[in-house]
């Protein structure tokens, strides 16, 4: 086990893997080989791909992977979505195009349900993260699906984050509304083969234009049909378009910081509720607690404020 | 202010929503207040919808609403949900309804987002649910969309869940299989007069029966066209039939007990992150461990140990 991170560090695939096993075990190994990685990391250009179900994000991710492999890079996979072909919601001709991408020794793929008691991302995310980076790999792509909170805490991990809608599904404009306006850095029109493009197209034109009238910047929207890879190289080119305006004006910094703040208060959160939920001595205290609230001759706010007492100094 | 819970407790819309407000905005007062609320609450009778977008839930959920008044009960709505028309995203016609309901005193709608750093279902939503329960509304309504964190959780608040699928929607029949076959007390197949409902129910009632193959409860399916009110009583009837079960089976009380420990962690888990996060003086220390982190001089475990070792016991 000693030599874990030094395997990472080397880009052993079983040992990343190993790696990401631990995280999300909460075990106590994790710490510390977590911090030995850290001080490798900061090299991966972090992509988040985000957007409504059907909208064929699996498809797109593995054909931007593929062309980042044919530019020579290597790439981290990771699929944050109980619905990913990833995770098994795959049709089967889905299926087959990613076991083509994941027998490629340069390519890791890894898929997280949404974890943790009031979850959103979950916290291991971070920690996939900060393991491919490590172990080398250039590009890391998250993938997550609909319209929550982990699409909107996606921006605090990923240095661009593309939002992916589809022709003809009235709920992509919806949503777009609805807050992924704020959070795209790129527009992805996928199944650009599909009736009703020309519409969806104008239509995100005119949200676009509407905010660029409100002096925010102009995101742009590019055409994709990822099954037929058309416009993934022009995707790839954007996205490092994207990325070299992070570099050059310093927001790749801000960036940072900003998931390492999100990574901190993660750790923290967690390592909280582990204490006082989990641990044998408290839980009892916590069953006490709710029966009373259950009788009435306690709230809900009186109770966790005698947890509060007992732990905090 | 003082008498704020009391007229809650009598029903006063306004201070229905004033309340609310104050657990939203974490307001000193809210906790005492609730405390006296909580007193009075355990008589609301709760129940999740949950389902992809576009299913029309809204309007689903509109008719329901008047259709426990048509039966002489009062009914609070609040709806977690970014594209909810209860909270703007509705389409003009929807809109006309929800004002038909929203005039009347005995309807109580609230919307909200999804707050909270790692997010999922917002923490105030339990808060509302017992504002609800405390002011006598017999029945709650909670509204969430996707496939995520927060639809899971509902069944921690809800006594009785409901998963409304579309037809032809292939989504809907992947996110049951993803996960939302689980937490379904009920399906119900709205927009009954689309084409595909036919083909939707043949699939959902083969996973139903392998589920029960499997020695789990048969789940109930009901088409509903909500727009022309169809299914509406049917789908009442069956709401009434799974709480008596709960009623009759002892198992209301666990689903309580649940609802009460989700919400007791929530409270505790907001509490400390406030303390630790928002509060100035730990603030500064976050933002050099921050520092830390980006300059490699720290992994982010070592920087969350260094805030634990100095706010805990």
Known sequence: MTDLAERVLEGDPRAIARMITLVENNSDEAPELMSRLHKKTGRAQVIGVTGVMGAGKSTLITELALEYRRAGKTVGIVAIDPTSPFSGGALLGD???MMEVSTDPGIFIRSMGTRGMLGGLSGAVFDVVEIFDAAGKEIVIIE???????EVDIIK???TTMVVLVPGLGDSIQAIKAGLMEIADIFVI???DRPGFDLTMAELESLVELNVQAGRKRTPILGTNAKERGGIKELVEEIKKHYNELVSSGKLDDHRRMRYETELVEIVRKRLMNLIFDEAVFKDKVD???NKIEKKEMG????AQEILSRVLK
């Open 95 to 97: 299926r087959i195009r």
């Open 144 to 150: 997550t699906v609909g319209v929550g909170q982990a």
């Open 157 to 159: 991990i990923a240095d």
């Open 190 to 192: 996928n199944k650009s």
């Open 288 to 290: 006490s607690l709710v």
């Open 300 to 303: 809900p706010y009186a109770a």
